[in-house]
Nanobody, 126 residues
Framework: VQLQASGGGLVQAGGSLRLSCAASGRTFSSDAMGWFRQTPGKEREFVARVSWSGGTTTYADSVKGRFTISRDVAKNTLYLQMNSLKPEDTAVYYC????????????????????WGQGTLVTVSS
């Protein structure tokens, strides 16, 4: 499975960006997909996730009400709509997919995902 993230860029505080993540490779079957972000010197942190079949979503408290995760099952594509962006949202954003059968307790942790995209940089200027 290959994941290709895109859509990052430079935006002013208060602006919006939409990230996309296209999944390809062998027949894609995932329990859930998520977005994580990382800044230099810090651990990768959970942003949001969506269950692939039912669409159930979970968000980090820091992005609730501003970010929306969604997926298009027919296109094998994951999205992250980011509104009201803040300078502290600046990071490299990674999409990830987790296989069926992984422990549910890890669904908001990087170790709970076994496929990763290459990352896309989001920079929010003040």
């Amino acid at each position: 499975v290959q994941l290709q993230a895109s859509g990052g860029g430079l935006v002013q505080a208060g602006g919006s960006l939409r990230l996309s993540c296209a999944a390809s490779g062998r027949t894609f079957s995932s329990d859930a997909m998520g977005w994580f972000r990382q800044t230099p010197g810090k651990e990768r942190e959970f942003v949001a996730r969506v269950s692939w079949s039912g669409g159930t979503t979970t968000y980090a408290d820091s992005v609730k009400g501003r970010f929306t995760i969604s997926r298009d099952v027919a296109k094998n594509t994951l999205y992250l709509q980011m509104n009201s962006l803040k300078p502290e949202d600046t990071a490299v954003y990674y999409c990830a997919a987790r296989s069926v059968g992984l422990p549910i307790a890890t669904i908001s942790q990087p170790r709970g995902y076994d496929y990763w995209g290459q990352g896309t940089l989001v920079t929010v200027s003040s």
